[in-house]
């Protein structure tokens, strides 16, 4: 009997090695490489065109009845959905250890329990006594959510044939599934993708919405196949600082509604509780006006949030090669608008230090932030605040211009909601916004 050939595939690009390396011949990312199972080679004389089954097509102007969404209860969790469970939809979710992850999921398998729905809720990391004493501390332990601790794909598969199919299904986690029918460890690529693409078929053929919780590498991206994300319908990413309270739930990816979209959680004792106004989360509270810090508009999908942004400048007196530390922005980003200033504004940096803080360990991707960035650099630098109950957006091209941002009218809105009397930003945004309603 001919040796079974070892092939190692990259979580990252997908490319196939028939030995491990420490990085990726092709796209260079390191410690990418997993075993996987060897592909399956079939004869000439493989054909698809006969012996199968027919396939059923309908019109896609059918007057047949829409799934209608399922809201959960959790307004915050519904919201990054885009309005609540669809039946039959697949939903992966990711996030760093601790973060909070199996504490929403199960929440939100309570309320759906408590509705009158049935909830199935399967573990493969805690046994089922050790999720009892989670749920009994979060007040759920009267919640009637079925539960079980298993890890064998084929076993769930088959339990779950065997009763009325649940509103919702939690596997908690998807790198702990295993299949019998593949070979590999549990949580390598061939194991990810197989056991994935049963639980979803069950999922499709029966009408049932699908949780599937997945590691993440050191990275912060989902391990296992790139092509997880593909076969789910929606992405979901659970991010925050552990020493920070608020978590934001991101949707990545969308099929039943907007991208972009973010619900806001605080972790309490009693679990995660949603914030209805997640801008005072991030803004110091002070009344005093500081020398250092803006108030940015931000917009994650349609939800407008005012977050602080804190600068400071250290002059030094020897010739020691200058500092730029930033947390929450783009380190880039802040050398490109550090030159901007010096050769467009005539600030001089390079002989001080320079310190960016996104407060609240909120993180900034908007390039809207481009004018509160640099309100709060000249603010630190002059040592003077900035105009009281004011807010800063707008964008910053290399020829020092302010562009116009989107939905300028609305980041306006948001401010005079909370009390702020002046916004300082490209005027085209405001009228533009007009224009487009």
């Known amino acids: 009997m001919a040796k079974t050939k070892r092939r190692y595939s990259c979580q990252a690009c997908g490319s196939v090695s028939h030995r491990w390396q420490g990085q990726c011949p092709d796209c260079a990312e390191w410690n990418t490489l997993v075993e996987d199972a060897p592909a399956t080679v079939f004869s000439m004389k493989h054909n698809l065109s006969d012996g199968g089954k027919l396939v059923e097509f309908a019109p896609l102007n059918r007057a047949d009845e829409l799934p209608q969404r399922k809201a959960t209860g959790i307004d915050e969790f519904d919201r990054a959905l885009g309005g609540g469970l669809v039946p039959g939809s697949a939903i992966l979710m990711g996030g760093d250890p601790g973060i909070g992850k199996s504490t929403l999921l199960l929440q939100v398998a309570a309320r759906i329990a408590r509705s009158g729905a049935e909830a199935v809720y399967v573990s493969g990391e805690e046994a089922a006594g050790q999720v009892r004493m989670r749920a009994s501390r979060l007040g759920l332990a009267d919640a009637p959510i079925k539960l079980a601790s298993a890890t064998s794909a084929r076993d769930?598969?088959?339990?779950?044939?065997?009763?009325?199919?649940?509103?919702?299904?939690?596997?908690?986690?998807?790198?702990?599934?295993?299949?019998?029918?593949?070979?590999?460890?549990?949580?390598?690529?061939?194991?990810?993708?197989?056991?994935?693409?049963?639980?979803?078929?069950?999922?499709?053929?029966?009408?049932?919405?699908?949780?599937l919780v997945g590691h993440v590498t050191k990275d912060g991206t989902i391990a296992g196949p790139r092509v997880l994300e593909h076969m789910v319908d929606v992405?979901?990413?659970?991010?925050?600082?552990?020493?920070?309270?608020?978590?934001?739930?991101?949707?990545?990816?969308?099929?039943?509604?907007?991208?972009?979209?973010?619900?806001?959680?605080?972790?309490?004792?009693?679990?995660?509780?949603?914030?209805?106004?997640?801008?005072?989360?991030?803004?110091?509270?002070?009344?005093?006006?500081?020398?250092?810090?803006?108030?940015?508009?931000?917009?994650?999908?349609?939800?407008?949030?005012?977050?602080?942004?804190?600068?400071?400048?250290?002059?030094?007196?020897?010739?020691?090669?200058?500092?730029?530390?930033?947390?929450?922005?783009?380190?880039?980003?802040?050398?490109?608008?550090?030159?901007?200033?010096?050769?467009?504004?005539?600030?001089?940096?390079?002989?001080?230090?320079?310190?960016?803080?996104?407060?609240?360990?909120?993180?900034?991707?908007?390039?809207?932030?481009?004018?509160?960035?640099?309100?709060?650099?000249?603010?630190?630098?002059?040592?003077?605040?900035?105009?009281?109950?004011?807010?800063?957006?707008?964008?910053?091209?290399?020829?020092?211009?302010?562009?116009?941002?989107?939905?300028?009218?609305?980041?306006?809105?948001?401010?005079?909601?909370?009390?702020?009397?002046?916004?300082?930003?490209?005027?085209?945004?405001?009228?533009?916004?007009?224009?487009?309603?």
């Not at 790198?175 to 460890?185: L, P, R």
């Not at 509780?273 to 803006?294: C, I, K, M, Q, Y």
């Not at 230090?353 to 809207?368: F, K, M, Q």
């Not at 640099?374 to 109950?389: E, G, I, Q, T």
């Open 156 to 211: 769930i598969l088959t339990t779950l044939n065997g009763m009325a199919p649940p509103a919702l299904l939690v596997i908690d986690s998807i790198q702990t599934m295993h299949s019998d029918q593949i070979e590999g460890a549990p949580g390598t690529v061939s194991q990810v993708r197989g056991c994935a693409f049963e639980l979803i078929r069950y999922a499709k053929e029966n009408g049932v919405a699908l949780v």
């Open 235 to 437: 992405v979901m990413s659970f991010e925050g600082e552990r020493s920070h309270q608020y978590r934001i739930l991101r949707a990545l990816k969308n099929r039943f509604g907007a991208v972009d979209e973010i619900g806001v959680f605080a972790m309490a004792g009693q679990g995660l509780e949603e914030v209805r106004n997640p801008s005072t989360l991030f803004l110091s509270g002070s009344d005093e006006p500081l020398a250092g810090s803006a108030v940015f508009p931000a917009l994650e999908g349609t939800r407008p949030v005012l977050v602080e942004v804190q600068a400071l400048i250290v002059r030094l007196q020897s010739g020691a090669t200058p500092r730029r530390a930033v947390v929450g922005w783009d380190s880039s980003r802040l050398a490109m608008l550090l030159a901007v200033l010096e050769a467009r504004c005539g600030l001089s940096f390079s002989s001080a230090e320079v310190y960016l803080n996104i407060s609240g360990g909120y993180r900034l991707s908007d390039p809207a932030a481009d004018i509160a960035v640099a309100a709060a650099l000249v603010s630190a630098l002059a040592d003077k605040p900035l105009a009281s109950r004011s807010v800063w957006f707008g964008e910053i091209s290399l020829a020092g211009e302010v562009r116009p941002v989107a939905h300028g009218g609305l980041r306006l809105r948001e401010a005079g909601k909370l009390g702020f009397k002046h916004g300082f930003g490209p005027g085209e945004s405001a009228r533009a916004d007009r224009q487009s309603r």
